[in-house]
């Protein structure tokens, strides 16, 4: 039994299983309370950065709209979420075009929409930028190593190299469009504080060649996501992240510490959702077979991505917890016909030996990259539904 109370405090956890308890499984269920007060912790703990929330961590409206209201701005990855934010009234000033990969047409559209910050890792799209984009912001994106100590990394397939980034915003320049600053993403779930050291550092180095030998004054600093939500494997506090990354900022940048950005996703939303399940099997592979097999009503394909590889371990609470009851080892599986649709077998999560068909598992910290990652409908499944608790 996992103790819920490190996750979800006793009144919380009541209003939700008051709220949950019509619904109809599988549902993700986000509390904006907590949002709320993520996003005014982050706040406080980084009072001179500015907040772009990264929509495709939970796009639900509700959620945009709060976070809106709480003064962030967004960080977007397709023109769809562009339709959403504006939608909700958003203005395009406080929007980021913040995916490298896109097409001639999708920059014009947000052009055409107003937005004017874009970022680049590459010299086509940045063509693409100056042609569709004239005089806009432009950052840049650098790669950093971060697969071992994130749990959802972000490498390889985005940024590039810092010689290339230097050669980006000269060429931006002489493009022009206006050179802005640096990004990088240290990957999701980054535990490791000092990824941020090793990729401020980088940037840094950009900073001063840039200024020394092609006159070059960048002033932003996009230092991404990856900042934790509460999950099985510990992570440290945000205001240990907080004061780590403060002192790495005033290292390398003394008193002019530039405009800094930062694009949480998870960290804002994660421990906001609760998934709700239903068992709809349990059952042994032999007679003898000491590991029950227990069949959820939702998996892979609905919901829970994020345990290909079993990167990330939800905490799990049943309706049969009692403390001190007995558990046992299983192995826990969706209900799809394909075989990836397991979800943990390596790591053995412990469930009451007396759970029964029919009864419910409540997967914790499942506000970010769940219901927006869900398949439209694989074996006929619609995709999970989310319901919003209010404020
Ligand atoms: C996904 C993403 C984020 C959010 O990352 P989290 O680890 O969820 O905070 C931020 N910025 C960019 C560019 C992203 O792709």
């Given at each position: 039994m996992m103790p819920r109370s490190d996750y979800i405090s006793d009144t919380e956890w009541r209003r939700f299983m008051e709220f949950s308890e019509p619904l109809e499984t599988p549902c993700v269920v986000v509390n904006l309370r907590t949002i709320k007060s993520n996003y005014l912790k982050l706040r406080n703990s980084f009072p001179y950065a500015q907040i772009y929330y990264a929509v495709k961590a939970n796009p639900d409206k509700a959620v945009v709209s709060l976070l809106d209201e709480l003064g962030a701005n967004f960080d977007l990855a397709s023109r769809y979420e562009l339709d959403l934010v504006l939608s909700l009234g958003i203005s395009p000033e406080r929007v980021s075009y913040g995916n490298t990969i896109k097409k001639a047409k999708d920059v014009a559209y947000f052009y055409e929409k107003g937005v004017r910050m874009f970022v680049t890792d590459s010299k086509e799209d940045l063509k693409n930028i100056a042609t569709y984009a004239p005089n806009s912001r432009i950052y840049v994106r650098i790669l950093v190593e971060n697969a071992s100590s994130a749990d959802w990394p972000l490498s390889r397939k985005f940024g590039c190299h810092s010689d290339m980034a230097y050669d980006l915003l000269v060429l931006a320049r002489a493009s022009g469009l206006t050179p802005y600053g640096i990004s990088f993403h240290v990957g999701s779930q980054q535990r490791d504080i000092g990824q941020w050291n090793d990729a401020l550092a980088k940037t840094k180095y950009l900073f001063s060649s840039l200024e020394e030998e092609e006159n070059i004054r960048l002033t932003m600093i996009n230092m991404g996501g990856g900042f934790p939500a509460s999950y099985i494997q510990p992570s440290h506090d945000l205001s240990e992240y907080a004061s780590e990354i403060y002192r790495y900022l005033t290292d390398d940048f003394?008193?002019?510490?530039?405009?800094i950005i930062l694009e949480p996703g998870r960290s804002l939303v994660g421990n906001s959702g609760i998934l709700a399940t239903e068992v709809v099997l349990i059952s042994r592979k032999?007679?003898?077979?000491?590991n029950r097999w227990v069949y959820l009503d939702t998996g892979k394909f609905n919901g829970l991505i994020e345990t290909m590889g079993e990167s990330i371990k939800y905490p799990i609470v049943t309706s049969?917890?009692?403390?001190?009851g007995k558990e046992a080892e299983v192995i826990i599986a969706g209900p799809?016909?394909?075989?990836?649709?397991?979800?943990?077998?390596?790591y053995k999560y412990r469930l009451p030996v007396d759970l029964k068909i029919g009864d419910k598992l409540y997967i914790l910290s499942a506000g970010a990259y769940t219901a927006s990652y869900a398949?439209?409908?694989?074996?006929?499944f619609p995709p999970i539904k989310t319901y919003i608790m209010e404020l």
């Amino acid at each position: 039994m996992m103790p819920r109370s490190d996750y979800i405090s006793d009144t919380e956890w009541r209003r939700f299983m008051e709220f949950s308890e019509p619904l109809e499984t599988p549902c993700v269920v986000v509390n904006l309370r907590t949002i709320k007060s993520n996003y005014l912790k982050l706040r406080n703990s980084f009072p001179y950065a500015q907040i772009y929330y990264a929509v495709k961590a939970n796009p639900d409206k509700a959620v945009v709209s709060l976070l809106d209201e709480l003064g962030a701005n967004f960080d977007l990855a397709s023109r769809y979420e562009l339709d959403l934010v504006l939608s909700l009234g958003i203005s395009p000033e406080r929007v980021s075009y913040g995916n490298t990969i896109k097409k001639a047409k999708d920059v014009a559209y947000f052009y055409e929409k107003g937005v004017r910050m874009f970022v680049t890792d590459s010299k086509e799209d940045l063509k693409n930028i100056a042609t569709y984009a004239p005089n806009s912001r432009i950052y840049v994106r650098i790669l950093v190593e971060n697969a071992s100590s994130a749990d959802w990394p972000l490498s390889r397939k985005f940024g590039c190299h810092s010689d290339m980034a230097y050669d980006l915003l000269v060429l931006a320049r002489a493009s022009g469009l206006t050179p802005y600053g640096i990004s990088f993403h240290v990957g999701s779930q980054q535990r490791d504080i000092g990824q941020w050291n090793d990729a401020l550092a980088k940037t840094k180095y950009l900073f001063s060649s840039l200024e020394e030998e092609e006159n070059i004054r960048l002033t932003m600093i996009n230092m991404g996501g990856g900042f934790p939500a509460s999950y099985i494997q510990p992570s440290h506090d945000l205001s240990e992240y907080a004061s780590e990354i403060y002192r790495y900022l005033t290292d390398d940048f003394g008193d002019e510490i530039p405009f800094i950005i930062l694009e949480p996703g998870r960290s804002l939303v994660g421990n906001s959702g609760i998934l709700a399940t239903e068992v709809v099997l349990i059952s042994r592979k032999n007679n003898t077979a000491l590991n029950r097999w227990v069949y959820l009503d939702t998996g892979k394909f609905n919901g829970l991505i994020e345990t290909m590889g079993e990167s990330i371990k939800y905490p799990i609470v049943t309706s049969k917890d009692v403390p001190g009851g007995k558990e046992a080892e299983v192995i826990i599986a969706g209900p799809t016909c394909d075989s990836m649709d397991i979800l943990y077998e390596d790591y053995k999560y412990r469930l009451p030996v007396d759970l029964k068909i029919g009864d419910k598992l409540y997967i914790l910290s499942a506000g970010a990259y769940t219901a927006s990652y869900a398949s439209v409908g694989f074996n006929g499944f619609p995709p999970i539904k989310t319901y919003i608790m209010e404020l």
